[in-house]
């Protein structure tokens, strides 16, 4: 399976995705003794509203997009609500991770993310068929819960 180039391509994708949400959740961490979680979340909003602007610029000097495609308009609200989580998500980083940590913390968003997936699969939500729940899946979630437990940070007493 691992020597399809298109799966090496996917799984380099999603790996650089998870390098970029650690470097993004260091900068939150290490903002938040200046800025407040709303502030932050409205200000990493700002950046990748700019990033993505350049992106879908140069992409449309070259002809490969319009900025919004005529079959798009019925997944938009979609869209808006993805990028509305991220106001949610941000502070809820800014607020978790400096107590957490940043390992404890990126595996428990990890666990939420892989909690969803797991309802999401079980029920075909994502259009796929449906993949039954089974006590390995299950076992797996309850691991994932337990690391999360393990990775928080213990306090000492001095």
């Known amino acids: 399976m691992l020597a399809n180039p298109t799966v090496l391509l996917a799984l380099l994708f999603a790996v650089g995705a998870g390098i970029a949400i650690s470097i993004q959740s260091t900068f939150i961490t290490a903002s938040t003794t200046s800025l407040q979680p709303v ?3 409205f200000w990493v909003q700002i950046g990748g509203a700019i990033v993505g602007a350049i992106m879908l610029v140069i992409m449309r000097t070259r002809g490969e997009v319009t900025l919004i ?12 609500t993805a990028g509305g989580l991220a106001m949610l998500i941000v502070p809820a980083v800014a607020l978790s991770f400096p107590t957490l940590g940043l390992v404890a913390g990126e595996v428990a968003i990890i666990t939420g993310q892989t909690l969803v997936a797991l309802v999401v699969d079980t029920l075909g939500l994502a259009g796929g068929e449906p993949i039954p729940l089974d006590w390995q899946r299950l076992a797996g979630l309850v691991l994932m819960a337990v690391a999360v437990y393990l990775l928080l940070p213990k306090t000492h007493a001095t």
């Open 39 to 41: 502030q932050l979340a």
């Open 69 to 80: 495609p005529d079959n798009a308009t019925k997944v938009m609200g979609m869209v808006l």
